[in-house]
């Protein structure tokens, strides 16, 4: 009944489970057991976010991003910038989702997220810049392809365009992502 971590782990099970309130109360159980585990605070802001309580959300990511002894303070700033994202803060989404860049200059999410935001800002140099980063550091999936292929088509490169069509189609043939290809849905 004392440890942190089996409630912390309730909590996730409870959120998969879509069993909100134990969820909550699972969460809250784990912090008050151990209110300084990084972890315990990104998982909760997480449920919070994922329950549309952002402004809730954001002060447990930041108490857990400045922990100097966690794993990974990356994970709860790119949470922090795809629940403003979601919200439509997208200036506030940048700001964390660069500072999540910085803490770890391969975090996938922060590089997806970023040139998503660019490419939607028209700011087509910075969105190919992480898009490239992105699919060149990690293996690309039917999402990574999409987003770069979209860059390369708004910034008019028919080359890199085509190639990216093509890895798209023979990688993920069945992908959501290829069938708008093939319409020719890119927005």
């Not at 009944?1 to 784990?30: H, R, T, V």
């Not at 860049?101 to 999410?109: I, M």
């Not at 290809?181 to 890119?186: C, D």
């Amino acid at each position: 009944p004392e440890y942190a971590q089996a409630y912390g782990m309730l909590g996730l099970i409870y959120m998969d489970l879509n069993d909100p309130a134990k969820a909550e109360s699972s969460f809250k159980q784990a912090l008050q057991l151990a209110p300084g585990n990084a972890d315990l605070s990104n998982n909760y802001g997480w449920f919070l976010c994922q329950s549309g309580r952002t402004p809730e959300a954001i002060p447990l990511f930041e108490r857990a991003a400045s922990d100097r002894l966690y794993s990974s303070p990356s994970r709860p700033l790119h949470n922090a910038g795809v629940c403003l994202r979601r919200q439509g803060d997208v200036a506030g989404a940048e700001q964390y989702l660069q500072r999540a860049f910085k803490v770890d200059p391969g975090n996938p999410v922060a590089m997806f997220n970023l040139s998503e935001i660019y490419l939607e800002q028209q700011d087509l140099e910075k969105a190919h810049f992480y898009s490239q980063r992105l699919i060149k550091s990690h293996e690309p999936s039917a999402q990574t392809l999409w987003l770069a292929l979209r860059v390369e088509q708004a910034r008019g490169n028919r080359d890199g365009y085509l190639s990216l069509g093509t890895q798209l189609r023979r990688k993920f043939p069945g992908s959501r992502e290829a069938g708008l290809l093939r319409e020719g849905k890119l927005n």
